[in-house]
């Protein structure tokens, strides 16, 4: 009473596995950035355009769950870091649940268990991030999980965890999307942090050809519709694609849409969503044969399922257009 209360806060859990329809947020790589001229050791330019987008995209009460998808406030042993991110998507996590996956700034130290042997964490090595966003993992240390919301079954995996074959994520991954029941959720999306398409040519191989050759025909053998990586800071959209050939294109529906329908299903549809603060990515000069979309600019998506139709629409967090959007169909359309 003495110093006064904060503003009523209104929170919305999101809807219940096997009803009609969800929407929702995702991108990776936010970060943060200082709101005066103050110096941090670690700025992400984007991270406070993306944040005031989604908030103002959250205003029109369509926004049931956000998606943060591996590097999340890029602190990497800067403890107060986590607290500056914090901050910033208050907004957003005090109204809808923030979900999120683990990325290389979170867990990689050498010596540390990680895949990858990199200092990228800063010596947290998973400890600080599952501390401030305990999801409902299989363990300590073991960040994989499966959530269901709507018509959507989502799988969140690790990539700097064991996803080798027959270790104890590959199990389980393999264990959760083969008992995945259709007729309640129609959807499956899996979601993870490196990706397994990028056009993105840099020092660093941005995609790893074992974790592809591991955990991709996972993906096809049990029917994953649409996968979401970030890792790469920029946004990027496939065919429906299997060991690198293309196994369905999008054709244009009566709005002009980029439209794939899974009635058939040939493979999954990727898309890299790492737009989300990080000093933005290039693309190659020459196109892969997979890639569909390419855009390099801040922003997030914005998705909305039912349980015949997925709408993916990318939209820049500095003019809030659309730059670009697909639908997968199935059945009863």
């Known amino acids: 009473d003495s110093v006064g209360w904060s503003d009523t806060v209104k929170f919305r859990t999101p809807p219940a596995a096997g009803l009609d329809e969800t929407s929702f947020v995702i991108y990776g790589d936010m970060g943060k950035a200082p709101l005066d001229p103050s110096v941090e050791h670690y700025i992400q330019p984007g991270s406070i355009a993306v944040t005031k987008a989604v908030a103002k995209e959250m ?35 005090s ?17 540390s268990g990680s895949v990858y042997v990199t200092p990228d964490s800063g010596g947290e090595c998973g400890v600080a991030y599952e501390s401030y966003f305990p999801m409902p993992a299989a363990g300590k240390d073991k960040p994989w999980y499966s959530i269901e919301q709507g018509s959507v079954h989502f799988i969140f995996m690790s990539t700097e965890h064991s996803w080798s074959e027959k270790s104890e994520q590959y199990n389980w991954m393999e264990r959760d999307l083969s008992s995945v029941d259709r007729s309640r959720t129609p959807w499956v999306i899996f979601i993870g942090h490196r990706p397994m398409y990028s056009s993105n ?6 995609v790893d050809p074992d974790f592809v050759a591991s955990v991709e025909p996972l993906l096809l053998t049990n029917k994953v519709d649409l996968v979401f990586f970030g890792h790469v800071h920029n946004y990027e959209r496939t065919c429906a694609v299997y060991k690198g050939k293309c196994r369905g294109m999008p054709r244009k529906d009566a709005s002009g849409i980029d439209t794939y329908d899974n009635s058939n299903y040939t493979a999954p549809v990727h898309a890299i969503v790492g737009a989300g603060g990080f000093s933005l990515d290039g693309f190659s000069l020459i196109p892969q044969s997979w890639s569909v979309s390419r855009i390099s600019e801040f ?35």
């Open 59 to 93: 205003q029109t009460g369509k926004v049931d769950s956000i998606f943060h998808i591996g590097d999340i406030s890029y602190a990497t042993g800067f403890l107060v870091e986590w607290d500056f991110f914090l901050h910033l998507i208050r907004p957003l996590a």
């Open 95 to 111: 109204q809808v649940s923030y979900m999120t996956a683990i990325g290389n700034h979170e867990r990689d130290y050498a010596g």
């Open 201 to 206: 040519v840099g020092i660093i191989p941005s």
């Open 299 to 333: 922003g997030y998506a914005r998705v909305h399922a039912t349980k015949t139709s997925v709408l993916v629409q990318f939209v820049s967090s500095g003019t809030t257009e659309i730059r670009d959007q697909f639908r997968i169909v199935k059945g009863g359309r």
